[in-house]
């Protein structure tokens, strides 16, 4: 018989507790949660020091699941008048951190806020163990809906209890208080609504700081480094290593079918080829017979060497409705040649099969190659896997590693000027009132619409006069067309239709040429309207596709290519980035298979610029292995990469399946924090936000380099501008931006969802981050910590100066008044000397710059204290799903303006946050230049009198507009190009 561990939790006592009955005392009493199971203490009244020494048991369902559990402790005032209660405070401990019996010992732990606005102040002192024994649940009190005072604890209500001293409260208490310890065991209550609290999964100990125990919380969400045998490793290096020099090499057996002759089919059914290896069998797809026995399949089985529990693989041929062999051959595998790339493909080879009584002469040929290989096959991409045994052949297609490319985007701007003689009405008779006449415009499935023409002295209302721009995005190859209409509330003045693809193109900002186009009242069809007639309703229309933007389809901090369309006006590459996915530990099992129970078809996305690469699924693993190496060029350092991992959903026993594919999680990699031609070789750990909290996935293993040719080249690009020429010559608004990524991503959406295979929408828009701009309390409260850690620096200068000011250090002091009265009586020093520290102290943080590249953090992202109700409201959908009309107005009103707040607060972090990249070698080239620039200018304001530079920089900055240059500076081009923590935030 199986004992249950159950949780036992007790009660010591409180110190300091924060006054909250408006006469200088507190009644507090503790509540205690776990696993929706809650217990609480008794109340003790006017007491801000109470004691309680009582004990409360807990069910625990799953021992081995305990360190994914949270225990929360909070501690409240009761209010007699109303019956109602006060936060006091609240501990939450992992369930990693609790101990056995007999090394419990008690704690004392810092009473945490529950929000922003919380006034807490305090200790609480408890101790917590797991236990077997029996009689851990002797003097039950059972509590059904409410709690169940027996009469000790009535007494106890009513007396007094002397305070214990701070320091006795880290100290077990057992003489005295034996009799008085009270336990109390609770069923689990069912919570309403109202009282749903999904558990929270912190990612360390107590108080979110640091000291945790081995194995707790404190490194489960962390980077670690690996050590993969890659591209052979060591001496044993063969010749394509240097291509598959960042994966470990998988030897795989491949055999390939190409197809039979000479076969006499009895009833002429279709015929397939089975290959058998051991346990595993591969089945190629039905093809029927041609004249002479003829039937070609041409395919790639591949066996892995781990599954290999044979010696000998044998090929049948049969009909694919029966059972019974036409013929078969077979291969000893301790004769199968080895081949390594680039060495050409083995040729197939006729041979003659045998029946089943081993007679040649009465069966056909069959035409086969067999070879060991490794991953770096060219047949490898396009093969059947041993691990996709139980995936039909429709289904094989999803299964296979792809490279896919985004569609080349364009902005397609508008400009609506003007119309002339527009008629409204029917039958060309006018209306008897003043028109409200708009442009719409319309592209494939985007819609936009011009102003209401006002109407002006001396213009005739049948003219309207607009000379606005819209912006729409589209892309190659152009199948769209532009239809433009002017309207009248509801009614349809004219139509004209405008193919795109002969829509002028330009690369700079020179206004393009406008044409008059004649309207058609008319319009049914899709033939182009001409211009150039006198007579008749026309619009006046400047059309262009603008090819010196850069699309963006992506999140603007988490870019991966910032080019203009117009390939004309592409640099070279800098830098190559090669990256070996090697494969994943660890995964939770997505979907439950018959028979199997929890498992996972993982695989893996990779997006940079406009590449995007698919690995392979594996199949039934929870540590399935890619060893998939792939490439992009770089233009720009200061872009990032994201690779996510998904569970494939459309595998299954059945074959293909229609669901959506289940986020596993993702990782992004900001370029310039990677040092040049270094192998980073690390596990990182995949999250994902659920409406329980946050939770490991899994970890996935990479292998990076980021390669650099020229370094000066690299470092010219921190001088430039981060977007190309067009976005700061004719910008665009915010929510101009906002709008057109949307549009972008749908158009990426789309046109991925058309490749074979799909790329599924859930997909796509998980990784260009769709969701980025929605509101959260938990990213809105991140940020705000953001900003408070940027300006802790300002505060902690400021206690500095207040420490000397104080003389609390006399020499350190005294030093400081002596450096101030120079810097006074020469101030010619106080920048070169300012300048020199700022040097001093960069190259001082050389040696602790970070080694490893930034992975995502839970506790900058502020998920492992997040309250469930802040849960519950970010996964809501938008809008609200809440019934009463006046709370979803009012709930999608605060939403859309707390996420602008959102991400103001995160821009002002953003900014501070660049400031301290400059010398925290993050971005070891930037870190780099700055050093060297301070210096220089360091040494130039120690040559030239201060005063002069002072003159040269104002005049400088009071020149007239017409030698200044509409470009940012090249001090702003650098700034902007620092990284951020906003790599790092889920």
């Known amino acids: 018989m199986t004992i249950k561990e159950k949780l036992v939790v007790e009660i010591v006592g409180a110190h300091n507790l924060m006054p909250k009955d408006g006469e200088g005392s507190s009644s507090p009493f503790v509540e205690v949660e776990f696993e929706n199971q809650r217990q609480r203490t008794s109340v003790k009244y006017k007491d801000l020091n109470p004691v309680w020494n009582e004990k409360f048991v807990f069910f625990v369902t799953d021992s ?25 405070g609240r501990v939450r401990i992992s369930g990693s951190s609790i101990a056995r019996e007999g090394e419990e010992m008690a704690q004392l732990h810092t009473l945490e806020k529950r929000s922003l606005f919380s006034h807490v102040r305090g200790e609480l002192s408890f101790k917590m163990y797991l236990s077997t024994k029996e009689e851990a649940n002797n003097n039950q009190v ?27 409260f880290g100290q077990t208490q057992k003489q005295g208080n034996q009799n008085q310890q009270q336990q109390h065991i609770m069923k689990p209550i069912q919570p309403g609504p109202s009282e749903m609290k999904p558990i929270i999964i912190p990612a360390v100990g107590p108080g979110g700081g640091g000291g ?41 057996l491949y055999v390939r079918v190409v197809k039979t002759r000479e076969i006499s089919s009895p009833g002429g059914g279709e015929l397939v080829a089975e290959v058998k290896l051991g346990n595993y069998r591969g089945i190629t797809k039905r093809i ?79 035409m086969a190659s067999i070879w060991f290989g490794t991953q770096a096959d060219e047949a490898f991409s396009e093969a059947w896997h041993s691990r996709a045994a139980n995936v039909n052949f429709d289904g094989l297609c999803s299964l296979k590693s792809k490279v896919y490319l985004s569609p080349k985007l364009w902005y397609l701007r ?36 011009t102003r209401i023409a006002p109407v002006t002295t001396g213009r005739v209302l049948s003219n309207p006069y607009w000379n606005e721009d819209l912006m729409f995005v589209v892309s190659e190859p152009f199948e769209d067309y532009l239809v433009v209409s002017v309207e009248d509330r509801v009614e349809v003045a004219g139509r004209v239709l405008i193919p795109v693809g002969n829509i002028e193109r330009r690369l700079d900002d020179k206004q393009g040429n406008s044409r008059w186009f004649n309207l058609d009242h008319q319009f049914n069809g899709l033939s182009e309207q001409k211009a150039g007639s006198r007579f008749g309703a026309r619009i006046h229309v400047r059309a262009t596709l603008d090819g010196g933007y850069h699309v963006l389809d992506e999140a603007t901090m988490y870019v991966s290519d910032v080019r203009p369309t117009a390939k004309q006006l592409w640099k070279p590459h800098i830098g190559v980035l090669e990256m070996g996915i090697l494969g994943a530990t660890n995964l939770m099992p997505m979907k439950i298979k018959e028979g199997k129970g929890g498992t996972t078809d993982a695989y893996c996305v990779a997006k940079y610029g406009p590449k995007w690469v698919r690995t392979r699924t594996v199949v039934d693993s929870l540590g399935p292995k890619w060893n998939e190496q792939y490439t992009w060029e770089v233009f720009d350092p200061c872009t990032v990469i994201t690779i996510g991992v998904f569970d494939n959903s459309r595998v299954s026993n059945t074959g293909l399946g229609l669901g959506r594919d289940s986020r596993i999680g993702k990782v992004r990699i900001r370029l310039s924090t990677l040092e040049s031609d ?83 929408r859930e997909v796509v828009e998980y990784m260009l981050d769709h969701d980025s701009h929605m509101w959260s309390m938990r990213k809105s409260k991140a940020n705000f910590f953001r900003l408070m850690s940027v300006l802790s620096g300002i505060v902690a200068m400021g206690r500095v100066i207040e420490a000397m000011r104080n003389w609390n250090r006399p020499i350190y002091s005294s030093i400081f008044t002596i450096c101030f009265m120079m810097m006074v009586l020469v101030p010619e020093i106080v920048i070169p000397s300012m300048l020199v520290v700022l040097s001093l102290v960069g190259a001082w943080r050389y040696k602790s710059r970070p080694r490893n590249p930034p992975h995502m953090d839970t506790k900058l ?11 519950d409201e970010e996964f809501d959908s938008f809008p609200t799903s809440r019934s009463a009309e006046i709370v979803r107005m009012r709930y999608d009103r605060l939403k859309s303006v707390a996420g602008r707040v959102q991400t103001v607060i995160g821009d002002l972090a953003t900014q501070g946050e660049r400031f301290h990249a400059m010398l925290s070698w993050r971005d070891p080239r930037a870190s780099f230049l700055f050093v060297m620039i301070t210096l220089a200018a360091a040494f130039v304001f120690f040559m030239v009198p201060i005063r002069w530079i002072v003159a040269m920089w104002g005049l400088y900055y009071l020149r007239p507009p017409r030698f200044r240059s509409r470009m940012p500076s090249v001090v702003v081009c650098f700034f902007k190009r620092l990284p951020t923590k906003a790599d790092s935030m889920l």
């Open 142 to 168: 059972l509590i059904n809906g409410g709690i169940k005072k027996n009469k000790k604890m009535q007494q106890q209500q009513n007396g007094s209890v002397m305070a214990v001293p701070r320091q006795q």
């Open 678 to 760: 270094r192998v980073y070789t690390h596990s990182y750990p995949l999250l994902m936000l659920h409406p329980s909290g946050v939770k490991k996935m899994g970890e996935l293993h990479l292998a990076i380099r980021f390669s650099c040719a020229n370094m000066g080249n690299v470092l010219n690009m921190y001088s430039s501008p981060l977007l190309p020429k067009m976005h700061y010559l004719q910008p665009l608004s915010v929510n101009q931006l906002d709008s057109l990524r949307y549009q972008a991503m749908n158009v990426v959406t789309t046109r991925l969802g058309r490749a074979e295979p799909p790329m599924g």
């Open 861 to 871: 992202s502020y998920a492992e204290t997040v309250h469930p109700d802040e849960l």
């Open 212 to 252: 945790g125990m081995p194995g707790s919380g404190l490194n489960e969400f962390s980077l670690k480094e690996t050590t993969p045998h890659l591209g052979g490793g060591g001496l044993n290096k063969d010749k394509t290593s240097a291509t598959y020099d960042l994966v470990e090499q998988m030897q795989y």
């Open 414 to 449: 508008v400009n609506i000027i003007e119309a002339q003689d527009i008629v409204l009405g029917e039958k060309g008779s006018s209306i008897m009132r003043y028109p409200e006449l708009s442009a719409k415009v319309h592209v494939g499935n985007q819609v936009l619409r």
């Open 64 to 88: 081995a699941d305990l360190p994914y559990r949270t225990l929360e402790v909070n501690v409240f005032n009761e209010k007699r008048s109303s019956n109602t209660r006060n936060f006091l």
């Open 288 to 366: 029927g017979t041609s004249s002479g026995g003829i039937a070609e399949w041409d395919q790639v089985f591949a066996f892995s060497k781990d599954c290999i529990q044979s010696t000998t693989v044998e090929v049948f041929v049969k009909q694919s409705n029966k059972d019974d062999v036409i013929g078969r051959i077979w291969f000893d595998l301790n004769e199968v040649p080895k081949r390594a790339p680039p060495d050409s493909q083995l040729a197939p080879q006729w041979y003659r099969m045998e029946d089943k009584k081993g007679d040649k002469s009465r069966t056909g040929e069959v």
